[in-house]
Every structure is written in structure tokens, then in C-alpha cells.
């Protein structure tokens, strides 16, 4: 089994910044497709961001396109979300996840493995 453990997350002006940080262990592949979703208070739990096995296919949701970007180090097992222009909208738990493929999707149900979340919060 993988496992996920995000790191990063914290208390940020709005107009910040902040980068977020998903280390795999136990039994990784460092080809596994990786996304990060995230839950406001209240909400159902969204799509954020994806990347594919290799890294060369990235994909966003409409909500954080131009501001969020999504990386691996595949070396370091570890997939990061870096966030700019970040607005009190965005105060969420944060949440990496892998699945058993090199292709991105942005269903959550389609991945295997979950992190235990980080909290970020965009203060006004």
C-alpha cells in the first residue's frame, strides 16, 4: 500500500502564496498518476489539479487555472501544488491522492490512495 502525507499548509494573506507537498512511501510507483482535491466547510470535496505518471500532462480546475500549479520530483516521490493569488475562496482542506495509472483524471473515485489533508487558510 502507498502512502501520502501532505505538508505545506498554514495561515496566508489573501494575494499569498503558498506550496503544498505530497510525500509517497511504502510501496510507490513513481509513475502513479497524482491529484489534489480539496473540501470547504460544508462542501462536497472538489477537483483541484492532476498530473500525469511522467509529469507532461497537467490539468486544472476552471477555479484555480492560472493561479495553481501542479509538479512532480518523481526521484523524490513527491507531487507538489504550488498556489499564488490565493483568495479567502480557496481556505480549504487539501487533499493529495495517487491512483494505479500514468493517466490523470480528475474523478476522485478514481484514486486509489488518499493523504490525510492539510488545512490552508486564506485570511481577508
Known amino acids: 500500500q502507498v502512502q501520502l502525507v501532505e505538508s505545506g499548509g498554514g495561515l496566508v494573506q489573501a494575494g499569498g502564496s503558498l506550496r503544498l507537498s505530497c510525500a509517497a512511501s511504502g510501496r510507490t510507483n513513481s509513475n502513479y498518476a497524482m491529484g489534489w482535491f480539496r473540501q470547504a466547510p460544508g462542501k462536497e470535496r472538489e477537483f483541484v489539479a492532476a498530473?500525469?505518471?511522467?509529469?507532461?500532462?497537467?490539468y486544472y480546475a476552471d477555479s484555480v487555472k492560472g493561479r495553481f500549479t501542479i509538479s512532480r520530483d518523481n526521484a523524490k516521490n513527491t507531487v507538489y501544488l504550488q498556489m499564488n493569488s490565493l483568495i479567502p475562496e480557496d481556505t480549504a482542506v487539501y487533499y493529495c491522492?495517487?491512483?494505479?495509472?500514468?493517466?490523470?483524471?480528475?474523478?476522485?473515485?478514481?484514486?486509489?490512495?488518499w493523504g490525510q489533508g492539510t488545512q490552508v487558510t486564506v485570511s481577508s
Open positions: 491522492a495517487a491512483r494505479s495509472s500514468v493517466v490523470l483524471t480528475t474523478w476522485s473515485s478514481s484514486y486509489n490512495y
Open positions: 498530473i500525469s505518471g511522467s509529469g507532461g500532462n497537467t
